[in-house]
């Protein structure tokens, strides 16, 4: 009877173990899953938070790249050439223009002769006609409207318009600013808490760089805005005694009616000028051609004298 209460009794043991390894294993196979379906959604949040970001910082170069396309930093420049018959007001005229549209006269180059001094002098041809060059700085706002009073201040024949974006060399430069002033901050920062003199020395040194190269960036971003917010014009003037007709012909009859214009143009501007010459010169041209005759006369005699001796032999 001992033996089989002993037998029932590690039967019943080991059946209680044997249900509980089947329970721990199905709880294990249940935090497997759970932990796997945990892992999974953490790893969907994590996707959708890297999209999230990614999304923003995309968002955040758009709305950069926005500005920029707004805000573009261009810098513009035009040349010009005028004629005129009447220098002395048309320079009048450009200067007071100048004046009233805010800007300024950066430099500017006159030489040469007016068109009566030319004419009344002997060595005419080599007498150039008056020029003026001028290089202007003008509001950029107004840069349109003063180059459309140009047309009435003189003749313009010639005009081109250049524009150049620096953008990216601009909001790089004022980054670059904002990097070295923050900078700047930490090691004024550093400095006032450090005590070793060696640390000091090394730290100043580092800020004198770091303001040296603020201030040249500076003075680059002012330059930058000179020239964003004053176009530059480049003009020459040139005095003349006929005006260049810019009129584009539009048919072959206006073409050759220009052309024969222009011919009868330059009949009458030579035989101006060789009038002028003449007149201005006739005193001289009376000498020379009282010396002519005189030296006529004197080989007429001399010819006329040894053919008589030739023909006494």
Known sequence: ?????????????????????????SKSKEEISNNQIAKSL?????D?????????KSDKKQTI?????????????????????????????????VNRSG????????????????????????IASRNATYTLRI???RLNTFINNLYGIGNVISKTISTEDISNQYFDTETRVKSLKIQEERLLALLKKSGNLKDIIEIEKQLTDVRYEIETLTTTLKTYDSLINY????????????MTDTTPPKTVGDRISAKFKQNIASISNGFKNTTVFIIGNS??????????AGIYIAARKAMKKYQEWNLSK
Request: charged share 15%.
């Open 1 to 25: 009877m001992l033996n089989t209460h002993r037998f029932k009794t590690v039967l019943l043991l080991l059946l209680t173990l044997f249900m509980l390894t089947a329970c721990s294993n």
């Open 139 to 141: 509001p950029t706002s």
């Open 42 to 46: 953490n790893e969907n949040q994590y």
């Open 283 to 292: 005193l001289l041209i009376i000498i020379w051609l009282m010396i002519l």
């Open 48 to 56: 959708s938070v890297n999209n999230a970001d990614v999304s923003i």
């Open 65 to 97: 790249s926005g500005q920029a396309a707004v805000n573009r930093k261009l810098i513009k420049t035009a040349d010009l050439q005028l004629e005129t018959k009447k220098f002395d007001k048309t320079i009048t005229a450009l200067e007071n223009a």
């Open 231 to 242: 176009s530059t014009i480049n003009l020459s003037i040139n005095e003349v005694a006929i």
């Open 103 to 126: 800007g300024y006269i950066e430099s500017n180059h006159i030489n040469g002769s007016s068109l009566e001094e030319k004419y009344n002098k002997n060595n005419s041809d080599q």
